[in-house]
């Protein structure tokens, strides 16, 4: 049965959508058979896979009002080993929508109980902020991953997601767990970097990723002609990073 992997971070800009693609990229270049879920109403992360986000028929949204099942919305092998569930801007009217509607913070978990087990992994890549479809993301997922950026600010925020993780783990989701935290955007010239992986290494009480994921030119040029890093320009360090990375997830599920 495939295990769910939610990558959280309310701050924008921090790599989620990049890992998102990436990391899923990576466990199928591994042989694993994944699914991700774009749970974020910009949708970068289904035209990250070179899918027209705007031409799709079914997508999460659709999902989340019950209007078609998630075996609709599937777009099976965007690239070879990944299918995908994607979102648009459509999703961003949801919350209201779904006003009243019971258990919808489970909304995402029942449906994906209908395929879970025909994955390796499931990737959910969840919206700059902790709203609804993050909690659904949360109420989903084994654990959350969350990326780092490797700024000044970097632990700004990220007391608040850890609370909101521990809440659903109290009262929605017994079973969550914290997979860990990956630095995102490191640059190794500036001290800056440096100060802001130890800084957080002290203040942390969860597993940190040995896999840094550097600042790459190739790394953000990837999404624009719809390709993850690994099919783009596979010797790049974003895309040897990505994979060491997909091979402590990996490792730490099997450990």
């Known amino acids: 049965m495939g295990r769910v992997i939610a990558i959280a971070n309310q701050k924008g800009g921090v790599g989620k959508t990049t890992t998102s693609i990436n990391l899923s990229a990576a466990l199928a270049a591994k042989g694993k058979n994944i699914l991700v879920i774009d749970t974020d109403p910009q949708g ?115 007391s608040q997601l850890i609370h909101t993780i521990n809440l659903v783990k109290e009262r929605l989701n017994p079973d969550l767990e914290m997979e860990g935290v990956v630095f995102t955007m490191y640059d190794s010239r500036t001290n800056l970097s440096l100060q802001v992986v130890e800084n957080v290494k002290n203040n942390l009480n969860h597993r940190i990723f040995n896999t840094v994921i550097p600042r790459n030119i190739r790394l953000a040029e990837a999404p624009s002609y719809g390709m993850p890093i690994n099919i783009y320009d596979a010797k790049s360090a974003g895309a040897e990073a990505y994979s060491m990375l997909a091979d402590e997830i990996i490792g730490g599920k099997e450990n």
């Open 44 to 158: 970068n992360t289904t035209s990250g896979f070179g899918i027209e986000k705007n031409e799709q028929e079914n997508t999460i949204y659709e999902l989340m009002l019950n209007e078609c099942s998630i075996k609709e919305c599937i777009i099976r092998d965007a690239i070879s080993g990944i299918s995908v569930i994607p979102s648009n801007v459509n999703l961003a009217a949801t919350e209201i929508e779904l006003i009243g509607v019971e258990k919808k913070e489970f909304i995402l978990k029942k449906e994906v109980e209908w395929v879970k087990e025909s994955y390796d992994y499931i990737i959910i890549d969840c919206p700059p902020s902790l709203n609804f479809l993050t909690i659904n993301a949360m109420t989903t997922a084994d654990s959350i991953l969350v990326p780092i950026q490797c700024e000044y600010y970097a632990l700004e925020g990220l």
